[in-house]
């Protein structure tokens, strides 16, 4: 088989894939993805409706399955619904699985830390799906810098030179969000950095 004919059959292959995905996983009426697709006990496939930012990867990853105009709607819904000053809720405010805030004890702050709790490595995915989204034009720039600001702030906080783990999904009275998990996590730290080098 030649170099040319396998290629050929490769990008077949690739463009079957990505109209699978899209008829499978994009939810037009919300202009968003499904978080994921459950079988049910009857072997029917139903969308899992969450808002949660794993819909990012689909667009901040180099080859995407999905139309310039899906990834711009993907990008929209996570800044309205899970973008925060200190990165990305795990959950819409909108679902009834919503937690805002990480406290009390264990199992309390379990059932937050997928379900609201605010993650800063996730500035990252949202931030590189941003750009790409807006064609690495200054627009989507701009965008970028002025969402990563707080956190590029917080280096000079409470744990200098270090991002914590997580951080509550709404602010106190003041508009505080307070921080938890450990106080220096380095895939928070490591992700505003891609995301600085990418934008400076």
Not at 117 to 138: C, D, K, M, Q, S
Request: with cysteine; glycine share 8%; charged share 30%.
């Amino acid at each position: 088989e030649s170099d040319a004919a396998r290629a050929k059959e490769l990008r077949a292959l690739a463009a079957r894939a990505g109209e699978s995905f899209r008829r499978k996983f994009w939810d037009e009426a919300g202009k968003k993805l499904w978080d994921g697709l459950q079988r049910g006990g009857d072997g029917v496939e139903r969308p899992l409706t969450e808002v949660r930012p794993n819909m990012l990867f689909a667009v901040s990853l180099e080859r995407t399955a999905l139309t310039a105009e899906q990834q711009r709607a993907v990008v929209e819904c996570a800044r309205k619904e899970l973008l925060t000053p200190m990165g990305l809720r795990t959950l819409s405010p909108s679902d009834p699985k919503y937690r805002a805030k990480f406290a009390g004890d264990m199992m309390t702050r379990d059932a937050a830390y997928h379900n609201g709790t605010v993650w800063p490595w996730l500035i990252g995915p949202y931030a590189e799906a941003a750009l790409r989204a807006g064609n690495f034009g200054e627009t989507a720039k701009a965008h970028v810098r002025e969402v990563i600001r707080p956190l590029v702030k917080m280096f000079d906080g409470d744990s200098v030179g270090q991002l914590f783990e997580v951080y509550d999904a709404e602010g106190d009275e003041r508009g505080v969000r307070r921080p938890g998990g450990c106080m220096a996590q380095a895939w928070s730290v490591a992700e505003l950095l891609r995301v600085a080098v990418m934008v400076v």
